[in-house]
């Protein structure tokens, strides 16, 4: 068992981790979100960058990675920010396009995907060479804190309708806590037509149509600390027509 273990942490040295982070409105759960990427990166021993989208927060989001910027270095922190809120999907594109890791994780900057499972989700990877490792909050040890009974119906009730549709041979397909082999991720966002929160849902259909291998971490999932969830009535109505979509066209 120790042996096993020693050859997991040593294979793939010459790795590096670039890590996603869209924001808007992020300006009080940035820094502390940061501190704990660098944290476990470090302890852990992996090579890492992260890269801030930020799509022109109102709030001073960008002002606080320019300071956070100074603090780690530019080599770690990577500024690309954009005018105005433009889409996740386009979000992961124009980061990837700056990313020098071979691996990406991408993560809600919101503190509600905690990085302590980082070096999960590289073991798991590591382990059975997958394409994909997602999180997953329905699985295991995995979980979700902080939400009402709605948020926690709706959630599972969403889950369950697309597992019967879709058949995705994942078990949680509307997190987004994941990491990607770079040219996975490439791909897949280049298949992918969906916007908003079908937009990850996808990402793992079209990874099973393209016979990519999907491991899964189970996590923890906490609601945001600071700041308003931005799931209301209008995204509830686009996942329902985008999963019908999906089930149409896959």
């Given at each position: 068992?120790?042996?096993?273990?020693?050859?997991?942490?040593?294979?793939?040295?010459?790795?590096?981790?670039?890590?996603?982070?869209?924001?808007?409105?992020?300006r009080e759960n940035l820094p502390l979100i940061v501190w704990l990427l660098v944290?476990?990166?470090?302890?852990?021993?992996?090579?890492?960058?992260?890269?801030?989208?930020?799509?022109?927060?109102?709030?001073?989001?960008?002002?606080?990675?320019?300071?956070?910027?100074?603090?780690?270095?530019?080599?770690?922190?990577?500024?690309?920010?954009?005018?105005?809120?433009?889409?996740?999907?386009?979000?992961?594109?124009?980061?990837?396009?700056?990313?020098?890791?071979?691996?990406?994780?991408?993560?809600?900057?919101?503190?509600?995907?905690?990085?302590?499972?980082?070096?999960?989700?590289?073991?798991?990877?590591?382990?059975?060479?997958?394409?994909?490792?997602?999180?997953?909050?329905?699985?295991?040890?995995?979980?979700?804190?902080?939400?009402?009974?709605?948020?926690?119906?709706?959630?599972?009730?969403?889950?369950?309708?697309?597992?019967?549709?879709?058949?995705?041979?994942?078990?949680?397909?509307?997190?987004?806590?994941?990491?990607?082999?770079?040219?996975?991720?490439?791909?897949?966002?280049?298949?992918?037509?969906?916007?908003?929160?079908?937009?990850?849902?996808?990402?793992?259909?079209?990874?099973?149509?393209?016979?990519?291998?999907?491991?899964?971490?189970?996590?923890?999932?906490?609601?945001?600390?600071?700041?308003?969830?931005?799931?209301?009535?209008?995204?509830?109505?686009?996942?329902?027509?985008?999963?019908?979509?999906?089930?149409?066209?896959?």
């Open positions: 068992m120790a042996s096993r273990k020693s050859s997991t942490k040593t294979r793939g040295d010459n790795d590096k981790y670039s890590v996603l982070l869209p924001t808007y409105n992020e944290k476990y990166f470090s302890e852990s021993g992996y090579n890492f960058e992260i890269i801030v989208i930020d799509d022109g927060s109102p709030d001073g989001t960008l002002e606080v990675a320019e300071q956070l910027q100074k603090i780690y270095g530019e080599d770690r922190i990577l500024l690309r920010p954009r005018a105005k809120k433009l889409g996740l999907g386009t979000a992961y594109i124009h980061g990837m396009k700056h990313a020098t890791g071979n691996f990406i994780f991408i993560m809600d900057a919101d503190l509600s995907h905690h990085p302590k499972f980082i070096p999960e989700f590289i073991e798991k990877q590591r382990e059975g060479e997958f394409d994909l490792v997602s999180g997953t909050r329905y699985s295991g040890n995995g979980g979700v804190y902080g939400w009402d009974l709605r948020r926690k119906l709706i959630s599972r009730g969403a889950n369950f309708i697309t597992q019967v549709l879709l058949r995705p041979g994942a078990s949680d397909l509307t997190g987004s806590f994941r990491l990607y082999k770079k040219e996975v991720l490439e791909r897949l966002v280049e298949q992918c037509v969906s916007k908003g929160y079908v937009f990850q849902m996808e990402m793992i259909v079209r990874a099973r149509q393209l016979g990519y291998s999907i491991g899964e971490v189970p996590i923890s999932f906490v609601d945001r600390v600071y700041g308003e969830s931005k799931l209301g009535g209008n995204e509830i109505v686009s996942f329902l027509k985008g999963l019908l979509t999906l089930f149409a066209t896959t």
